[in-house]
């Protein structure tokens, strides 16, 4: 079943479940740039990697929603990686959209219309559980687990999606206030079981309890200036 949403005045989704929107109404996309790609160095990183190599650059994120981050990462992967090396992209979502509603999100960005189309042939096909979809002759892969946050990481654990730990963490899943469960310590020890030393991590909110819940498991975050109307998003590193 598809998580219900509705679409104010601007065309932008709202979540019914969660009382919260989906991304920022004057600046999606520069939001999501700013905090997803240049919160976790990503342009730098994709253009550092070495060329005469062949490896997988593993990204996990906890909120998958409208694929607004994932469409902007494989974006910036096209423009700057290397074509000798992979993206594994892993996501969880458990309350996901209708394809026609993600379709809708991501039609307000005309820049994205070649990754959100490549992204829907593969989604519509998506019945819960997992979804594993490959792009551009599997060198772009997208992992979709649909459960509790809980549940999911533990299962990219289990299944070993990212057996060498996840190079760089994006937390997401609506205001901590309006969805708590995605901001425990169950959490933030999840996602630490899936990184190593030198992880990365980007995230919109500041709240005190996760930059203490991050900062208990290794992670030493930094308060940065934020983007539009956020005053200030979150950074970290595994050390």
């Not at 190079?167 to 309006?178: E, R």
């Not at 190593?196 to 940065?224: H, K, M, Y």
């Amino acid at each position: 079943m598809s998580a219900p949403i509705v679409w104010d005045e601007q065309g932008m989704p709202h979540s019914v479940a969660f009382d919260d929107k989906y991304f920022c109404k004057d600046s999606g996309y520069e939001e999501a740039i700013y905090v997803a790609c240049q919160g976790n160095h990503l342009r730098e990183r994709f253009s550092g990697l070495d060329p005469d190599v062949r490896g997988i650059f593993t990204i996990i994120e906890t909120g998958f929603g409208t694929g607004l981050d994932f469409c902007c990462v494989w974006q910036l992967w096209d423009e700057c990686a290397p074509k000798t090396w992979g993206l594994h992209f892993i996501s969880v979502e458990f309350a996901p959209l209708s394809a026609e509603d993600m379709a809708r999100a991501l039609s307000l960005w005309a820049c994205l219309s070649p990754y959100k189309e490549k992204l829907l042939q593969e989604y519509r096909s998506a019945s819960g559980g997992i979804g594993e979809f490959s792009f551009e002759a599997g060198r772009v892969r997208l992992t979709l687990v649909f459960e509790h946050v809980i549940d999911a990481l533990r299962i990219i654990r289990d299944r070993g999606f990212s057996p060498d730990g996840a190079d760089a963490l994006l937390l997401d899943g609506f205001a901590p206030s309006k969805n708590p469960e995605m901001w425990s310590d169950a959490v933030f020890a999840g996602v630490r079981a899936l990184s190593r030393p030198g992880t990365t991590l980007s995230t919109f909110t500041v709240a005190g309890f996760v930059r203490r819940g991050l900062a208990a498991q290794g992670f030493e975050v930094t308060r940065i200036t934020g983007h539009g109307v956020k005053k200030n998003v979150l950074t970290g590193v595994l050390v």
